[in-house]
């Protein structure tokens, strides 16, 4: 039985939980957890929003940390940051990366993601 195309979020947080930026959505094909990104390569993302996201990335570093998760709606994955304790979230989406309409973005590999290896995990 094929996986359900699910939205993918690339977003950034800050360190001390006051401020979140939705960078992008892309398709994908399994749930993926939050999971911190240390490196955009293992997505396969087309060359242009690898390298804008990289760059996004580097400038904001010291203040912000990119991650990557799964969620069927903007409202959905702004409901599952804020339950993680994080403030000040947008009202509404607009992709610094990539376009707004998911029938355009690319397909997003999550398979080499550095899944978090604990006894217990929350289900998405």
């Not at 960078?23 to 490196?39: A, H, I, N």
């Not at 570093?61 to 969620?71: K, M, N, T």
């Not at 979230?89 to 550095?114: A, D, R």
């Amino acid at each position: 039985m094929p996986q359900k195309e699910t939205k993918v979020w690339i977003y950034l947080t800050k360190r001390d939980k006051s401020g979140v930026r939705f960078l992008s959505q892309f398709r994908g094909k399994e749930k993926v957890p939050p999971t911190r990104l240390k490196d955009f390569a293992t997505l396969n993302l087309p060359f242009a929003n690898n390298q804008k996201l990289t760059e996004i990335v580097y400038e904001l570093r010291l203040d912000w940390e990119p991650w990557i998760e799964s969620a069927d709606s903007f409202d959905n994955i702004k409901d599952k940051i804020k339950k993680r304790g994080y403030s000040n979230l947008p009202i509404s989406f607009i992709p610094e990366v990539g376009s707004n309409n998911i029938t355009l973005t690319p397909e997003v590999y999550t398979s080499n993601l550095n899944k978090t290896k604990i006894m217990t995990r929350r289900q998405v």
